[in-house]
């Protein structure tokens, strides 16, 4: 096999050279890039709220009929946390709570979906939630990317994703990978 170059490139003019060193700089620093790409990502999260989905597209698991009942104990007509009495257990355990609650589902304060952040950087893209359940043990939204089971191993809340299609293996879905994607060839367009 000859190693004789059949095609040979001189690249010639100033406004070429100056796109190609535009672009070389651009991808030695690509924060611009990661940001968009995290704005992206942030974006498509925020929608979830709104159809109740997971990055793979599956419908989120309603919530626990006993949940506005735990909901109505735990919490006062304006929906500020209290002390529940023993009367409200008893009251809970017979099926006479009031099941009410306010908002739907992942929405019933509106705080979780508030504390979603994204940061970025050069090598970089965090995008997360920073609300933790009371006294900081968890992060309110793993519990949900997960989901909980007792320790038995049975399933206690079921996944109802936000981030990833998987939160195993961290794999985005497709909808989500699509849209990097889109993201990062509009950025290489801009740069010639």
């Known amino acids: 096999m000859s190693t004789e170059r059949l095609i040979s490139i001189t690249v010639s003019g100033a406004e070429l050279q100056a796109a190609l060193d535009a672009a070389v700089q651009a ?24 159809t109740k989905t997971d990055p793979s597209g599956q419908r989120w ?16 007509s304006k929906g500020q946390p209290r002390k529940p009495t023993k009367e409200g257990w008893a009251s809970l355990r017979a099926g006479e709570q009031d099941a009410t609650m306010p908002g739907t589902l992942l929405i019933r304060t509106g705080q979780l979906r ?34 909980t089971q007792t320790q038995g191993g049975k399933q206690k809340m079921p996944r109802r994703g936000l981030l990833t299609a998987d939160p195993q293996t961290g794999r985005l879905g497709g909808e989500d990978t699509a849209d990097v994607l ?11």
């Open 27 to 50: 991808l030695a620093q690509p924060r611009e890039l990661l940001d968009s790409v995290g704005a992206v990502l942030q974006a498509n999260i925020n929608i979830r709220f709104d």
């Open 61 to 76: 698991a309603p919530i626990s009929a006993l949940t506005p009942q735990f909901y109505a104990l735990t919490h006062n």
């Open 114 to 147: 508030n504390s979603l952040t994204r940061n970025s950087g050069d090598d970089f893209v965090d995008i997360g939630f920073n609300r933790a359940t009371p006294g900081g043990k968890w992060q309110v939204a793993m519990l949900h990317e997960f989901g």
């Open 182 to 192: 889109a993201e990062v060839d509009r950025f290489l367009t801009t740069l010639f």
